[in-house]
């Protein structure tokens, strides 16, 4: 416990440095691409000027673009936990998991009956399954499959068994991609690590589910094999609520596979 607190106000100090960055380096890429417009429009009209600085505009947006990605990582808002049924979420979201897959990746979705809910920010689930969806994809540029399953499973270690109570629910995402060496699979959830090169990849994604996850009382377990493919399990704590308790969610959905 003393570890994961020391982890977490590493991970808070991290992104209070990274916000601030971020802000100030926004900051300077504005004034550089407010220069470089105005010695776009002074310049004489030579066409290999005009491909440098278009080549300097594109770089400076570039960096926008990442520090806004940092910045929606430092400002961490504060999570809006509800009790979500998981069947009805991975349903709702799995249109929109179809297009950022493209056509050549097939989704598969199961899940356990009588799934109970898990308590979770919904909108953050959704951004982290997305942010999965989108390695998945990255790993299998040739196509695949991505599998979600929806289970209840014992405690998946035993730091947790003393609370063999408490149910746990598993949401797992399986991709037939490239998979990752064992290097690789221990840096995945580190902030800012990436194998996707520059101006791909920020290596903010993982290291984002992972925070969302310890914050919700749940952890994220990554597995994978180099050629064959990787899973990501995202564990919660079931809630057993009364009948009825379950807010804005369907009930109806949890016993079938969607
Ligand atoms: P990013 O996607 O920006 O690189 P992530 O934190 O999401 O940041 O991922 C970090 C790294 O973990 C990736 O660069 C990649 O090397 C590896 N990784 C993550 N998911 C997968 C996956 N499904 N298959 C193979 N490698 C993966």
């Known amino acids: 416990a003393h570890e994961e607190l020391l982890q977490s106000r590493k991970m808070e100090a991290l992104g209070q440095l990274a916000g601030g960055i971020a802000h100030d380096f926004n900051n300077l890429l504005m004034a550089i691409s407010g220069s470089l417009e105005l010695?776009?429009?002074?310049?004489?009209?030579?066409?290999?000027?005009?491909?440098?600085?278009?080549?300097?505009?594109?770089?400076?947006?570039?960096?926008?673009?990442?520090?806004?990605?940092?910045?929606?990582?430092?400002?961490?808002?504060?999570?809006?936990?509800?009790?979500?049924?998981?069947?009805?979420?991975?349903?709702?979201?799995?249109?929109?998991?179809?297009?950022?897959?493209?056509?050549?990746?097939?989704?598969?979705?199961?899940?356990?009956?009588?799934?109970?809910?898990?308590?979770?920010?919904?909108?953050?689930?959704?951004?982290?399954?997305?942010?999965?969806?989108?390695?998945?994809?990255?790993?299998?540029?040739?196509?695949?499959?991505?599998?979600?399953?929806?289970?209840?499973?014992?405690?998946?270690?035993?730091?947790?068994?003393?609370?063999?109570?408490?149910?746990?629910?598993?949401l797992a995402i399986s991709d037939t991609g490239e998979g990752m060496d064992e290097e690789t699979l221990a840096r995945a959830a580190d902030p800012f690590f990436t194998t996707k090169g520059p101006g791909k990849g920020t290596g903010l994604g993982l290291s984002v589910v992972h925070g969302l996850l310890e914050e919700s009382g749940g952890r994220l377990i990554l597995k994978s094999w180099k050629g064959e493919g990787t899973t990501v399990e995202m564990w919660f704590t079931a809630v057993t609520a009364p009948q009825g308790q379950l807010a804005n969610t369907s009930t109806k959905s949890s016993d079938k596979s969607v």
């Open 39 to 170: 010695l776009q429009r002074r310049l004489p009209n030579d066409p290999q000027i005009t491909r440098l600085i278009d080549n300097a505009l594109q770089g400076a947006q570039r960096g926008s673009a990442l520090t806004g990605r940092l910045l929606a990582f430092a400002r961490r808002q504060p999570l809006e936990p509800r009790l979500v049924d998981l069947p009805s979420l991975i349903e709702g979201l799995r249109d929109l998991l179809q297009l950022s897959l493209g056509g050549d990746i097939q989704i598969e979705v199961s899940a356990s009956p009588a799934m109970p809910p898990v308590m979770v920010d919904a909108a953050q689930l959704e951004l982290a399954l997305l942010n999965v969806a989108t390695n998945a994809r990255d790993a299998m540029p040739d196509g695949g499959r991505l599998t979600i399953r929806i289970s209840q499973e014992e405690a998946p270690s035993a730091r947790d068994t003393d609370r063999t109570l408490a149910r746990r629910v598993c």
